[in-house]
């Protein structure tokens, strides 16, 4: 059994920071990409940030030059730092996470539950 789970979110005035964490657990075997996606309300989901398992990042352009993703491979755990953060990054973040479990032939794709993040203007 696989779980992914998010922690670190909450609420700041705009121009704040929070950094948002997200551990894999259980029976792995790897970790290929993981990333970040956030959901606002009446939106769809949108993916804000991925890095691979080498540590090659991409972000969506609203959010290049205030947040950074980064990974500790042995610890199975992406975050996710976001500063400079402004009223339009208000949003549930979730975690996703490419993983090869021992249970499953190939990669499955995990979600984590999902984190509020509050941006107050």
């Not at 005035?13 to 970790?31: D, E, F, M, T, Y």
């Not at 990054?89 to 996703?96: E, K, L």
């Amino acid at each position: 059994q696989v779980q992914v789970v998010e922690s670190g979110g909450g609420f700041v005035q705009a121009g704040g920071s929070l950094r948002l964490s997200c551990a894999a657990s259980g029976s792995i075997i790897s970790i290929n990409v993981m990333g970040w996606y956030r959901q606002a309300p009446g939106k769809q989901r949108e993916l804000v940030a991925t890095i691979t398992g080498s540590g090659r990042t991409s972000y969506t352009d609203s959010v290049k030059g205030r947040f950074t993703i980064s990974r500790d491979n042995a610890k199975n755990t992406v975050y996710l730092q976001m500063d400079s953060l402004i009223a339009e990054d208000t949003a549930v973040y979730y975690c996703n996470a490419n993983i090869w479990a021992v249970t499953s032939p190939s990669t499955s794709t995990y979600w984590g539950q999902g984190t509020q993040v509050t941006v107050s203007s």
